[in-house]
Nanobody, 126 residues
Framework: QVQLVESGGGSVQAGGSLRLYCAVY????????MGWFRQAPGKEPQGVAS???????DYADSVKGRFTISQDNAKNTLYLQMNSLEPEDTAMYYC????????????????????WGQGTQVTVSS
């Protein structure tokens, strides 16, 4: 069974930075697509960024130029570097994995077979 464990969240002031981590456990050979979703209270989860196993990335317009998704396949670890954080970035951030061959925020959003981590809270104050 695939398990995803996020860490690195916290509380920062606007303009600050955080780096999120996602450790992947279990059989991940079929998990070609990884990503980060976030969910604010009262809202549906929204895709933030995705990355194919071999490097292709996709970002939500709201985070382009500020967030960077990356991975270390040897360590089975996914990262999200978040710079220039804004109060609107406040949310629970989830690591997500799927076996999609075509990897993007759109394909991950429409997939019904995603694996989710437990989430890590990011709070950005003004």
């Amino acid at each position: 069974q695939v398990q995803l464990v996020e860490s690195g969240g916290g509380s920062v002031q606007a303009g600050g930075s955080l780096r999120l981590y996602c450790a992947v456990y279990g059989y991940d050979f079929n998990r070609f697509c990884m990503g980060w979703f976030r969910q604010a209270p009262g809202k549906e989860p929204q895709g933030v960024a995705s990355i194919h196993k071999y490097g292709a990335t996709d970002y939500a317009d709201s985070v382009k130029g500020r967030f960077t998704i990356s991975q270390d396949n040897a360590k089975n670890t996914l990262y999200l570097q978040m710079n220039s954080l804004e109060p609107e970035d406040t949310a629970m951030y989830y690591c997500v994995a799927d076996g999609l061959f075509q990897c993007s925020i759109a394909t991950m959003t429409s997939s019904s077979s995603k694996y989710w981590g437990q989430g890590t809270q990011v709070t950005v104050s003004s």
